[in-house]
């Protein structure tokens, strides 16, 4: 049934984005957009970019490029600017992530050296791998968020921009237990006036995002506006949020293969998943906190796709564990292994091995484009608060309470196109069928 077409304003005028983090995954995404509008490479891997849509019935052959289809901001609109630590430009830091080649810098250098990371908001007790120099004082973890907050205003009014949204693409924070600070935006505000332990620098530039608002999507695993007083306040703020932790290299891998395995009833005994990756991201999950964030994070698709308790006799079983380990001299290009045991007939065994070659970052950055783009879209829809319709893009998706999370790729893509046909009133595609066979 086709739906009210919800009023979406316009994309006219510039779309600042702004990365908090410009190593490797901003870096890449910055330099890559600029390739692609100079016309050096085809924007590969980006659903907004190079995706269809399907509308109506299959007889109508309509499936046009969803950029076309909703308003989406043109790359030739995008401002990009960022916060990080070390104080390299975007060219001298995209050298030192050693993703792209001297030729595609070479060929974008003189942009990518005028973007300059502001000082960022950053405390080594969160991110215990890394340190630098870039980095804001302030007497309060509030004097902190107002300084980013006039960085927001200003980066939009010096370049003369029409909105802004945010991406995390830093690095990984500690896992963070349940602390009370984060209940209510009363008790989290007093926290950050009293410079409170539970709120890290994330959560930080996620007030900060939603005080100015600002839509923030969050590209990292640790705990960050997922937390109740902050998704209260995106609410209370009609601000759009969603997250958490950009789903790339064996983690998109589980989310196509275990739906299958599920689709075809086929049990699983055992998923054993390791990593190699040398990228300043390897570096910072060397540390067992930060691991930790990432672990519950790459874990819990798992948990949620065969949902043990349901199917006690294929998935009752499971034994599944996660291990990263850090090898620099691989750099960006992160190795996943996967030993799968399944069984299937008569309870008969078999085994699945999978071996990933990925490049992290080029599999993120394509992704970091799509959900600044769908954010600011869903702004511009007057949709508020948690986005699980970009569930797609997540490790681990934001869901509402009382909800659970759909980490399904499949199911995933789908709900994400429905949700594009609802905010143009197209019928929503069920693909029942059963209409060709009357």
Not at 412 to 432: A, D, P, S, V
Request: proline fraction near 5%.
């Amino acid at each position: 049934m086709s739906g009210k077409t919800i009023q979406i304003k316009e994309a006219k005028g510039k779309l600042g984005v702004l990365v908090p983090g410009m190593g490797a995954v901003g870096t890449t995404l910055i330099a890559g957009v600029e390739l692609i509008r100079k016309g050096f490479s085809k924007p590969l891997g980006s659903l907004t970019q190079m995706g269809t849509i399907r509308l109506g019935k299959r007889t109508e052959n309509r499936a046009p490029m969803i950029k076309d289809f909703v308003s989406l901001a043109a790359l030739d609109d995008i401002v990009f600017g960022g916060w990080d630590i070390y104080k390299d430009n975007a060219y001298e830091a995209a050298k030192v992530a050693g993703v792209l080649s001297d030729e595609h810098l070479e060929s974008v250098k003189p942009y990518l050296e005028s973007i300059k990371p502001m000082p960022a908001v950053f405390d080594k007790k969160y991110v215990k791998n890394l340190d630098g120099p870039n980095k804001k004082t302030g007497t309060t973890k509030m004097d902190l968020a107002k300084q980013l907050m006039d960085d927001i205003a200003k980066f939009k009014s010096d370049n003369n921009l029409d909105r802004v949204v945010i991406v995390w693409c830093g690095s990984t924070e500690i896992y963070l237990e349940y602390d009370p600070v984060w209940d209510t935006i009363e008790t989290f505000e007093k926290g950050m006036k009293e410079n409170h332990e539970a709120i890290s620098s994330s959560m930080i530039y996620a007030y900060a995002a939603i005080k100015s608002g600002v839509p923030y999507a969050n590209g990292a695993p640790h705990m960050c506006h997922d937390i109740p007083a902050l998704t209260a306040l995106a609410k209370q703020e009609n601000v759009v949020i969603a997250g958490k932790d950009f789903k790339t290299g064996q983690t998109l891998m589980k989310t196509i293969l275990a739906p299958g395995l599920k689709s075809r009833l086929l049990g699983v005994k055992g998923w054993f998943s390791t990593n190699i990756l040398g990228n300043r991201d390897g570096l910072v999950l060397d540390e067992p906190l930060s691991f930790r964030s990432k672990e519950v994070t790459k874990a819990s698709s798992l948990d949620w796709i065969f949902q043990k308790d349901k199917y006690p006799e294929l998935y009752g079983d499971l034994y599944h564990k996660v291990r990263i380990n850090y090898y620099p001299p691989i750099g960006d290009n992160k190795e996943a292994w996967d030993n799968i045991d399944i069984f299937g007939w008569l309870g008969y065994p078999m085994q699945i091995k999978v071996n990933f070659l990925c490049r992290d970052s080029i599999l993120a950055a394509p992704v970091a484009l799509d959900l600044a783009l769908f954010i600011d879209l869903a702004q511009r829809a007057g949709m508020k608060g948690i986005q699980e319709w970009l569930s797609f893009y997540f490790k681990s998706p934001m869901y509402a309470e009382g909800l659970y999370p759909e980490h399904d790729i499949f199911i995933q893509l789908m709900k994400l196109k429905n949700t594009l046909r609802y905010l143009k009133g197209e019928e929503l595609i069920t693909h029942l069928g059963l209409e060709y066979y009357d």
